[in-house]
Every structure is written in C-alpha cells, then in structure tokens.
C-alpha cells in the first residue's frame, strides 16, 4: 500500500499590487466620486490664486458652521464640537473642530498649499517695446519656462490706490474678457536656438506678456509720454479701474493660464487643470474636514496655506509662526488657565497629514522614473514616506510606526491608497511643509494625489485619486 499522500496545502503569498482603484469601488462610492470631482473642477477654475483658493475654502467653512474665532469673545471657553477658522492676511486659512479631550493631547492635522507655480508682474511691471506693450515678470515658484509661451492667460491680482483703496482685477477668464500671451519664435526662423540649451534660449527676463498694440488715439495723447502704445494702457487703467501707474508698486499682479479646468479622456477618468498643484489637496483638506462626521476626541484642524512653492517663508508661509499662534489661541480659548507648555504638547502629540501632491509614473518619461517605487494614476492616493533629493537630503522621513498608524486607518476606511517616490534617486526629489511642521515633533508624513506634468500650466491627476485624497483626509480626521 503506498503511502497516503500529504494534502500539501499551497502557501499562500500576499504579494502586493499596485493597481488602479475602479473594480474597489461601490456603484455609491462611483457616483460620490463623479459629484465629487464635478464640483473640484469648479474649485480649481474659480481658485486661480492663493487668494480665491484661500476665498472659496472660507466659504465653504463658514457654510459648515466655522466661526471667526477672533470674533468669539476671549472670556468664552469654546466647547467640543465648536467650529473656528483664523484668517493669515486672506492667503492661508486655519480651521479647526474642538476635540473633546484637552488640547494637550495633540490635534489631528492636514495642511495642503495653495499657491502655485506663475508668472508675477514686477512692481513695475508696464513696458513697450516697438509697438507691443507688455507687462514684464518674475516667474514665481519652479516651472519650466517655454510651457509659458503661446498660451491664452489671464490676468489677477490687487491694487491699493494711492488713497489705500484696494482694487481687485480679474480679466482672462469671463467668456468676453480678452486674454494675453507670451509670443514665441516662428519654426522657420528658429533654426539656432533648437541647437542651444534650453536655459539659454527661455530665459526668465524674457517672460513679457503681451497686454496691448495699439497706441493711444489722438485726442488722448500727450507729448511726456513717447510710448504711446504703454500710454493708451495707462488710460485704460485709469479710467476702468481708476489705478496710476506708481499704484502696482502696492500691488500683487498674477498671470496665470486663462480657462477652465476640464475632464480629461474618453472616459473622463482625468482632470487637466491650472494649479492642481496644491489646490486638489486643498480642496480634500477642507472638504474633509467640513464632511467629517462627530465630535472629535482629539481637535480637528486644517490648513490652507501660501507660499510653499517659494521655500514657504513670509508671513503666510508655513515657516513662520502662523500655525504655532492658531494653536496657541486653542488652548488659551479652550482652557481656563493658559500655559506655554500646553501649547508645546499640544503640538509635539499632534499627527498630521501634509497633503501635497507626488508625481505620477509617466511612461512617457520612464527614464527618470523608478517605476515600483512611483505612483501610478488612479491606483489612489499616495504616501510619500520621504521626498528629498539625491540622498533624501532636506526631507523630513515619516516614522514606520506613524506609517503603520496611517495605513491602518485607510485600510479600515476603504482608502485606495499607495506609496511613491520621487523619481530615480539621483535624479528626483522636492520639499514640502511636512518639515516645518516635524519640527515640533509632531508625526507628519506627505500625502497627496499624483500628478503628470506637475508644475506645468495644465496638470493632469486622475479624477479616482482626486476622490480618494477627500476619503483619506476624511478617514484621518474621524479614526479619532
Ligand atoms: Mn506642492
Ligand atoms: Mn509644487
């Protein structure tokens, strides 16, 4: 009799697939997603600035019940459940739900950005040359300088007169408003510079942006002005808007591309828009933190901030003390007798989430890409332990255990999520607020939806990620 044959049962081996999210998701969640996304898309066509960004996310707080916290008188201590918002100049935004244990214990946090990569116009922007007046520009944040050219833009910003008035301008993206362009070289008289390195034929003085070509008519002329095409500008100005030309020394004039943010595809499984970067974290970040469900245990908080893509200094940027003061003002409205060291503990046992964007896998540029290790479009939101260049140098690198926290929670949620790097280790790398705000000792690690083409003047992220960035933040703020 021959032996009785072991039923060997096959072990089994999780391996771990990175694969895009659509077969995860209920019929009810694919519908949440499309009226989701529908409504980002308005987000980002509206929000061309860090200013609109920070304008439209305030709205959508003071609609879910956030109050002013400098307008709640200071004797009152608020209670659980109370919404707050703090205001940094009108471009970074706090919001926060008063958790029901004391401020101490840490606050659960998300902080998205919201300026993005543009043209500013110079304080003295307005110049002519031959007939063609332009505004000249100083590129603000990291782009690449020949995607600006030939592209229709749109002109925003703010004005104080010389009385302090403030004038707000917005011209490029109403159906009947003009736009303007950076003009570029005809391919038959552009036989040299094809050969040059690209850093010398697009240099950043060069980005002029054509506002006008016609000189001003007769009876308006003036004999101290000889450029008159500048000049008819001027009057133009002054009549519409009632502005002098020493008034944009007082100003903040952005140019930015010219209109609306669009589904991308046959299947409409994409976003192509201005500003994705930061503005489709930003907008998950407030819309999460308004649909989250509950009284907290440990205090909800939110921000909205400016700068990042200049090194976040300034004033509104996530360098100075903005964040460290909005929580300070917590604990002094929360408890009855203030104290410095709460203030630190509150911020040392914080967790947070600081939702930025990570690029995408392009196969189209594989080379720079480490494809395990890069995200993928529409495999879901990205965790991004480290970014960092060459060496993980200037990257604030999330603990494991915050990791394995994180993870559970998205898991728990149903969160299609991922990991990502950024690019071939000698070849990526990039920064974030995360850093800024690990100094206090709070676990923080970046999460965020991928992009292709990031920093370009249209970006593309996939409208499943662009969903899940809302569910992950969601699910984070209400695992507590
Ligand atoms: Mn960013
Ligand atoms: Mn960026």
Not at 423 to 447: F, N, Q, S
Request: hydrophobic share 35%; proline share 4%; glycine share 8%.
């Amino acid at each position: 009799m021959a032996p009785k044959k072991e039923n060997k049962k096959k072990e089994s081996v999780k391996v771990w697939k990175r694969e895009q999210g659509w077969d995860k998701l209920s019929k009810k969640e694919l519908a949440e997603l499309d009226a989701y996304c529908r409504e980002y898309v308005d987000f980002i066509t509206f929000a061309k600035t860090e200013r609109l960004a920070h304008d439209r996310g305030l709205e959508m707080a003071i609609a879910a019940g956030f109050q002013n916290l400098d307008e709640i008188p200071e004797g009152k201590l608020l209670k659980p459940g109370t919404k707050v918002y703090r205001s940094c100049h009108g471009k970074t935004l706090f919001l926060a739900q008063i958790g029901k244990q004391p401020l101490e214990k840490g606050l659960i946090m998300v902080g998205a950005h919201i300026d993005s990569p543009r043209l500013d116009a110079k304080p003295n922007p307005i110049c002519q040359d031959d007939s063609i007046a332009y505004i000249d520009t100083h590129y603000y944040g990291g782009i690449k300088k020949y995607q600006w050219y030939t592209l229709p833009l749109a002109i925003y910003g703010v004005v104080f007169k010389r009385n302090g008035e403030r004038v707000d301008i917005a011209i490029g993206d109403k159906p009947d408003d003009p736009v303007f362009n950076i003009s570029d070289l005809l391919p038959h008289l552009d036989h040299d510079r094809p050969n040059q390195p690209l850093s010398k034929v697009f240099n950043g003085e060069a980005l002029n942006v054509i506002i006008a070509s016609r000189p001003v008519d007769k009876e308006d002329d003036c004999k101290e002005v000889s450029e008159k095409t500048k000049l008819r500008v001027l009057k133009y100005l002054e009549k519409k808007y009632g502005i002098e030309e020493e008034d944009f020394a007082s100003a903040e004039i952005e140019i930015v591309p010219a209109g609306s943010a669009r589904f991308m595809g046959l299947d409409r499984s994409m976003v192509l828009g201005y500003g994705q970067d930061d503005r489709v974290c930003a907008f998950g970040t407030v819309k999460g933190i308004v649909d989250a469900q509950g009284i907290p245990n440990r205090t909800r908080a939110a921000v909205i901030c400016d700068k990042e893509e200049i090194g976040s200094y300034g004033s509104t940027g996530m360098d100075s003390t903005f964040i460290e003061n909005s929580v300070a003002e917590l604990v002094a409205r929360t408890c009855k007798s203030y104290s410095e060291i709460a203030v630190r503990r509150a911020l040392e046992n914080s967790m947070m989430l600081s939702s930025d964007v990570n690029s995408l896998h392009d196969p189209l540029f594989a080379d720079v890409s480490s494809p395990h290790n890069m995200a993928k479009i529409n495999c879901g939101i990205v965790l991004t332990k480290y970014t960092g260049a060459r060496g993980k140098g200037g990257s604030s690198d999330a603990n494991a255990e915050f990791m394995s926290q994180v993870r559970t929670i998205f898991n728990n949620a149903g969160v299609v999520w991922q990991v990502g790097e950024l690019g071939k280790v000698d070849v990526g790398g990039g920064g974030t607020i995360a850093h800024l705000l690990a100094r206090y000792g709070m676990d923080v690690v970046d999460c965020g939806v991928g992009l292709l083409s990031m920093h370009a003047p249209h970006e593309i992220a996939g409208t499943l990620d662009i969903y899940m960035a809302y569910r992950a933040y969601k699910a984070f703020y209400e695992a507590d």
